[in-house]
């Protein structure tokens, strides 16, 4: 197989360009892959320094940049800015993924309507596989689409199932639909119908999940509308921080609380690791017609390039063409896909 090419928004996040490019540094040193480094050419250069792999990071000149608190439609205006041309080279077929850590709704713009979707897909969903003492559980949809249809939530199900499957390992992963009461029957009218739709697919749905279940590690797959997914996702980042600092805080209250922090330090170690996103690069937008990777506004050089990572891997493990069996072969019959 050819080496990935991934395309990188080089101007879009907090930090960027100086740790968007030395995060695809990085990537170049670790990963066999070609790297299109997407934004002001002067800018790039003069991080990237005189001595880089010029056949595998290759600079893209894109003038203009999408800000942080734009509206998300303004990338499509913006045909110059490196966000929309990234986008591009993925739309021609000259990029085999994209990663951003600029406006996330800019990004979610292109990938759904610059890049597209996949066939068979309605609408692509973003994932995102949340820590639990057993592994990890993906959550499926976290922000993209706020209105859905049963038949949305039915593909959602399918996608997480491809990607608990195809990238995480996870044989027969076992699904669960987002409600208020674990008896079948219990949500609104949305996760009632949807319910109905998942039971007659050849999906491992094991009926409704409560919040509990999110982070008890009971389902490998719990899919629910993006309203939902973002305000759990929002509130977990939130919980997490929070949690973190009230240790801290009471770590500061005795010498003998201080002791135990120092005993327990590779224990929490650990722990930070599994939370941390910058272990993970980013979250996908699944069902795209190419990988499109979102990674946080704050993102470091490590976190640009375990995204780089994440993209790479969408490509090698033939992802889309897996989602497109799964699709065909999981839906029921009366679903056309």
């Keep these: 197989m050819d080496k990935p090419r991934i395309a990188v928004d080089c101007m879009g996040g907090d930090y960027a360009p100086e740790e968007i490019v030395k995060g695809c540094l990085l990537a170049s040193k670790e990963f066999d892959l070609i790297l299109y ?9 003069n991080i990237l320094g005189k001595n880089y792999d010029k056949d595998r990071l290759q600079i893209v000149h894109a003038e203009d940049v999408v800000g942080m608190g734009e509206p998300p439609s303004n990338v499509l205006k913006k045909k110059k800015s490196s966000l929309y041309v990234a986008g591009l080279l993925l739309r021609e077929n000259l990029a085999d993924g994209l990663v951003s850590a600029g406006n996330t709704g800019a990004v979610l713009t292109v990938g759904k309507f610059l890049v597209g979707a996949l066939e ?29 249809k049963p038949k949305h939530l039915l593909q959602f199900a399918i996608i997480g199932h491809t ?19 674990e008896e079948e029957g219990k949500g609104n ?14 999906l491992n749905f094991l009926g409704n999940a409560e919040g509990r279940d999110i982070y008890a590690g009971t389902f490998d797959v719990i899919v629910c509308d993006g309203f939902v997914g973002n305000v ?23 010498l003998l609380a201080k002791i135990g922090a120092l005993l327990m330090k590779p224990a929490l ?6 939370a941390d996103f910058a272990e993970y690069g980013g979250i996908p937008l699944l069902g795209a017609k190419k990988p ?13 390039k375990n995204a ?3 993209a790479s891997e969408f490509y090698l493990q033939h992802f889309n063409e897996r989602l497109t069996e799964e699709l065909r072969n999981l839906s029921p019959k009366e679903v056309k896909i």
């Design 189 to 202: 009218e949305l996760v009632r119908e949807s319910y109905i739709l998942l039971k007659k697919s050849k």
């Design 292 to 304: 499109v990777i979102i990674t946080h506004g704050r993102a470091n050089a490590k976190a640009i």
């Design 232 to 254: 759990i996702l929002k509130a977990s980042e939130s919980l997490g921080m929070a949690v973190l600092q009230m240790i801290k805080e009471e770590v500061q209250k005795s």
């Design 37 to 45: 480094l997407v934004g002001q050419q002067e800018r790039i250069e």
């Design 163 to 181: 990607y608990a499957k195809e990238i995480l390992g996870i044989q027969n992963p076992r699904v669960g639909i987002l409600s208020i009461g």
């Design 120 to 148: 068979g897909i309605e609408r692509p969903a973003i994932g995102v596989a949340l820590p639990n003492p057993k592994g990890r559980t993906v959550l499926i949809d976290v922000g993209a689409n706020v209105d859905c």
């Design 269 to 274: 170690n650990n722990f930070k690791k599994k």
């Design 308 to 310: 780089i990572r994440v």
